[in-house]
């Protein structure tokens, strides 16, 4: 979906020939300033006035992105859709509160065996769907949280049913509760941002690089002498580790419990896929930003009293729906996402302002007049663009030669 | 002790109407390549066709009708609105017809609540089977159920329209080639589909109870039915939906009510781990 490449200026490859923006020129881009600005916004939130409960509110969000780039590293990048993302989150959470609560193991160390286990659960999904084409993974997802949830409730002695379990022991304690909500809130908050950098950094890698191009062609992939399962199945399991540790620093907070509704239900595999899909699939950052907003929005719908007019329905009740309704709208007419569009139009927006000064959008080269006005969209066009210009001026000098 | 005579005729009615929910859900996917996660819904539609249709007072019968148009016409909306135009995205379409299930099941949620709705039955009545009291209504649906698909297979081996769906489905480009439109046929496929998935909708409404999410577990064994038959197969379809069907009805049945959908699952992952192509698959590079 995402095909252009949107990392703007290169990071990995700082400075390799003279005209490139240096690394730390490269940081001062518009775009990484407004993230910056982002990032110091939501450190200095609890400063801001704003109220416990809305902090607490923002830690459920905080890990509801998390969750969100966890299904955008299989789902956005290699377009394998998993429909039941939930499972993960789900295990690593359910495995690190039954430790917890039935062996009193703390919280430092049952929530890594939460996503060790939550990996393990992607290994025995993700290896059998994963190694045949088409439609099988998401088959398979959209049934396993379903039969998941059928083994909670048969062993529902255990596992606590459809109620779900109490609450296990808290990840921070201290005699305040506000301190309590503000030291999770920071560890939500750096627990997102250090998974969103090194997700990105991964996928800024080789290994996004073959991710999305078994995305666009399997074929091409797999004639490269490349293993396309295993890197499906690496990214899945990646995926799955992710989701776990949502999962289980999730509840380990005052916001979340091992409920059902709450981490395994058919509603969070589909809200997660709609709030990547909301922020822009194979982006990270969108998805992650994505779930932040969805989550943080359907609460503040599910607590209005208001009535929808005409059709005098409760906006709480109707919260999924408009949600379905806006995703649906945005697949339609907006395939990339709000955030990759966002980005596009500042640029367009900045480079109106500039003056006809463009940015990269090829995530290498710095701009320049070669590909400017061309319908050049992905950077092999663009090059062969600047190859087919490259070659005309030769030809004008040369002809120019002989006209002397 | 385990009634046999009864799991015997459940199973023969769950099953047969699984095939008529898993044909649709096959065909789809053959003719057109796509996974229509709104088949589900369309049975929810179905039934809630027929339940509003009947309690205005029209009468079972143009229920029945409802039960066919509306489904239909809902599958065919989503074909032109959704399938045909983004045919290029296979995904893509995965996520809308999947949003678009969200979106009808929430609109029945909110407008009816989660009560449970009956639907009256076509036909009055028991007859005695093999020493069970059955509801002829439930004879009519098995009936009913192979009718349809007999003259499915008919409509498929025999008629032009017919033979055009096949060849569609067996190679998109060479049915173009010999001047097929696969735009039309696509759109075929989509309404048969809505047909054969609103009248199980019907079935299962006054067998067992129509209710806003009654479509999800119809759709997720539709998943291994196909998985089992063989993506794309309507035999195998039919075979896998009487496997499943009965596998389900004797572990709730025999076993445990609480296990429902579980077998279902164990023959999906077996299968993939197995013979990924299913019992009538093509290979799997076709697919």
Known sequence: ??????????????????????????????????????????????????????????????YFGLFAM??????????????????????????????????????????????????????????????????????????????????????????????????????????????????????????FLAVMLALLLLMRSGLGSVLTAIREDEDAVAAAGLDVAKFKVFAFVLSAAVGGLAGAMFVHTPVGSPQPSQLLGLIVSIEVLIAAILGGMGTIVGAGLGGVFFYFTNDLLNQQDATIPLVDVGVNEASLLLFALLAMVIVYFLPQGIFPSAIRAGRRGLRRARGGETVATDGG????????????????????????RALDALNDRFDGGENE | MVDVANILINGVVISSLYALVAIGFTMIFGVGGTINLAHGAVITIGAFAAYYVTTAGFGIWAGVFAAIAVPALFSVLLYKGFAERRSDNVI???????????????????????????????????????????????????????????????FINYTSTGKAIL?????????????????????????????????????????????????????????SIVVLGGLGSIRGSLVAAYVIGFLEVITTSAIDPRLSGLAGLVILVLVLLVRPEGLFGRELAEA
């Open chain 1, 1 to 62: 979906m995402a095909d252009e490449n949107l990392s703007g200026e290169t990071v990995e490859n700082p400075s390799a020939t003279t005209d490139e923006p240096s690394l730390f020129a490269s940081l001062l881009a518009p775009r990484y300033l407004v993230g910056l600005l982002g990032v110091v916004v939501f450190a200095l939130l609890p400063f801001l006035g704003v109220s416990t409960t809305q902090l607490l509110v923002l830690i459920g969000a905080l």
């Open chain 1, 70 to 191: 966890s299904w955008d590293t299989v789902s956005g990048y290699t377009g394998e859709i998993s429909f039941g993302h939930a499972i993960f989150f789900a295990v690593g959470g359910y495995t690190s509160a039954l430790l917890n609560l039935g062996h009193g193991v703390p919280p430092t160390l049952s929530i890594p065996a939460g996503v060790v286990l939550a990996a393990v659960a992607g290994v025995l999904i993700g290896v059998p769907a994963l190694r045949l084409r088409g439609p099988y993974l998401s088959l398979v997802t959209l049934v396993a949280p379903l039969i998941l949830l059928q083994t909670f409730i048969v062993y529902g002695g255990i596992f606590g049913g459809e109620l779900g379990l109490s609450s296990p022991a808290s990840l921070v304690t201290a005699d305040e509760f506000e301190l309590v909500v503000v030291a999770n809130y920071y560890i939500a908050l750096g627990l």
């Open chain 1, 365 to 388: 080269r710095g701009p320049d007049e070669a590909t400017e006005g061309s319908d050049a969209t992905n950077p092999i066009e663009q090059t062969a663009e600047r190859y087919r």
């Open chain 2, 92 to 154: 893509v379409v995965m996520i809308l017809t999947l949003l678009a299930s969200i979106v009808v099941e929430e609109v029945i949620r909110i407008v009816e609540g989660s009560q449970p709705r009956a639907i009256p039955t076509l036909v009055a009545g028991n007859t005695e089977i093999l020493g069970n009291a059955v509801q002829n209504n439930l004879l009519v649906a098995v009936v009913l159920s192979w009718v349809l698909i007999g003259g499915l297979f008919a």
């Open chain 2, 167 to 223: 060849a569609t489905s067996m190679s998109p480009r060479g049915a173009a080639l010999v001047g097929i439109e696969s735009d039309r046929i696509n759109l075929y496929t989509w309404a048969i589909a809505g047909v054969l998935a609103g009248l199980a909708g019907l079935f299962l409404g006054s067998y067992q109870t129509a209710n806003w999410a009654m479509g999800r577990e119809p759709l997720i064994l539709s998943f």
